[in-house]
């Protein structure tokens, strides 16, 4: 039987309470540090109309959200692909590829991401992308070319920069997906591994055709989880000037000084980010639930 949701008196109190908590703040804003609001120009930050070509395109602050978007799609698929791989190695019974495993993520995770990303930006942009001389090759593309790169990843211009903080943060979150992907093929039950034995499988076989495909349903959720956190990680990459939410938003303050509405309006886009990403994975737990009944 279904549990209705009641509203009760302390829920009642508790929301009374936080209303008054939000308008205080907004009254000591406002009084004591004598701010004046100033919320009608934000929306020209976010959208702006181009009489050239006669359409609204993205401002400031949604070029900033479409590069973080870019910057987590990418990184999540580049950190499942480091992650699942050292997963493997955490759990294999070679010792050398278990050191590799659980040297790698004791590494990364006692780490700050910060210098993480100041070590693979000057030695990323500055050794390994001259050498490979992708920026000379995408600036002596086609501009249809040039377009497509700018949508997809970065303009070429940003490029290097914009693949220093995507390596950075796909090694960094890797180490968690690392023991996500561990966790879910040792909590696999001791007898499907038996069942493979008995059936002769080989290791290749076993994990891709019995243990991984298991493994996979309750390694999902939490790996959607890690996407969601690396949308915020993300912010971090604004001290090597990728041009993400959060760069965008120190530069427009510096630029016109309104402090609350900007870092309110960038609080609220980081919501509505990660709110959509938890609703897309709780659909997803729901239909993996029912298919496992």
Known sequence: ??????????????????????????????VGLNYQWNWAV?????WRYDEESGKWVANLLMMGVFNT????????????????VTGLCRVSQNIFFRLIGRSY??????????ILIFIFYFFVSDQIMPVLHL??????????????CQIVFAPPEFFSAFVSALVSLAIFEGAYITEIVRAGI?????????????????????????????AMQRILPPLAGQFISLIKDSAIVSVISIQELTFQGMELMAATYLTFEIWITIALLYLIMTLTCSLA?????????????
């Open 1 to 30: 039987m279904k549990r209705k949701n009641r509203i009760t008196p302390v829920d009642i109190i508790i929301s009374i309470l936080i209303a008054g908590a939000a308008i205080y703040i907004v009254f000591r804003v406002k």
């Open 42 to 46: 934000i929306p020209q930050y976010l």
């Open 281 to 293: 994975v709780e659909r997803v737990e729901i239909h993996m639930a029912k298919n496992r009944r």
């Open 105 to 114: 993520v004791e590494l990364i995770r006692n780490l700050p991401p910060l």
């Open 186 to 214: 040792q909590s696999v039950e001791r007898g499907q591994w038996e069942a493979c034995y008995a059936l002769g499988l080989s290791k290749w076989h076993q994990m891709r055709h019995v243990i991984l495909p298991q």
């Open 69 to 84: 978007i870019r910057l987590s799609f990418w990184g999540t698929i580049l950190a499942t692909i480091f992650g699942t």
């Open 135 to 148: 920026h000379d090759f995408l600036c002596t593309r086609s501009d249809a070319t040039q377009q497509v």
